[in-house]
């Protein structure tokens, strides 16, 4: 089975500095899509980012980029000029190749509260 | 506006009783979950279903159940709610069937707080 881990329940970035989250992940499939959600107080699921395993270039989306390392199972998320509205709860989420599974999860890990300070 | 809706919003209800959480989707996923939040656990998957008919169970199903009698509707019953089951509940849907848009929509998430 899938499994996602944050080993970081808590971090802190000042204002306009750039924080790293950490993920890691295990899995003994080739094809797979990952993610990074976000969720602000509201407690709305606000998607981030997204990487596909197959895919050897790190996705990136204005300010948030990833570092996908395959052979390490390591998926971090880099927020760069952090602002005062990326404070959230931040999930990272495996999700199986679909098309080569008979069933469809999407499995996440515990979550790192990101703080920004003034 | 297309999404996904879940009610009630927040719920308290008593140990031993019965409840449903509704959810529906507007935008003809094939694919359907539930899950639980609970501090320092992240999202757990309860149950999921990949197509109106089918469902399977995640993580944690023990003492829920799910049903799919269509592909717009995913209800979650708690058939005799205990204190454990106070949590927020998500449901979710996607397009499994998309190369393209692969995430997970969520829903605004039940309160539900067994006493």
């Known amino acids: 089975a899938q499994t996602v881990t944050q080993s970081q329940p808590e971090m802190s970035v000042q204002e306009a500095e750039t924080v790293t989250l950490s993920c890691t992940y295990d899995t003994s499939e080739s094809d797979y899509y990952l993610f990074w959600y976000k969720q602000p107080p509201s407690r709305q699921m606000i998607l981030v980012i997204r990487q596909e395993a197959y895919k050897q270039q790190n996705a990136t989306e204005n300010r948030f980029s990833v570092n996908f390392q395959k052979a390490a199972k390591s998926f971090s998320l880099k927020i760069s000029d952090s602002q005062l509205g990326d404070a959230a709860m931040y999930f990272c989420a495996y999700r199986s190749y679909v098309m080569k599974t008979s069933y469809d999860k999407v499995i996440f890990g515990p979550g790192t509260s990101l703080s920004v300070i003034p | 506006i297309a999404g996904i809706t879940q009610a009630p919003t927040s719920q308290i209800l008593a140990a031993g009783r019965r409840m449903t959480l509704r959810c529906t989707q507007d935008?003809?996923?094939?694919?359907m979950y539930w899950y639980r939040q609970d501090l320092g656990l992240g999202l757990r998957l309860i149950h999921y279903?990949?197509?109106?008919?089918?469902?399977g169970k995640g993580e944690v199903p023990d003492g829920y159940s799910v049903s799919r009698a269509n592909t717009d509707d995913f209800p979650l019953t708690l058939a005799s709610a205990v204190p454990s089951q106070t949590s927020v509940y998500f449901c979710?849907?996607?397009?499994?069937?998309?190369?393209?848009?692969?995430?997970?929509?969520f829903g605004q998430g039940t309160r539900l707080t067994v006493v």
């Open positions: 979710a849907s996607s397009d499994s069937r998309s190369m393209m848009n692969t995430e997970a929509f």
């Open positions: 279903s990949n197509t109106a008919g089918t469902t």
């Open positions: 935008m003809r996923h094939n694919a």
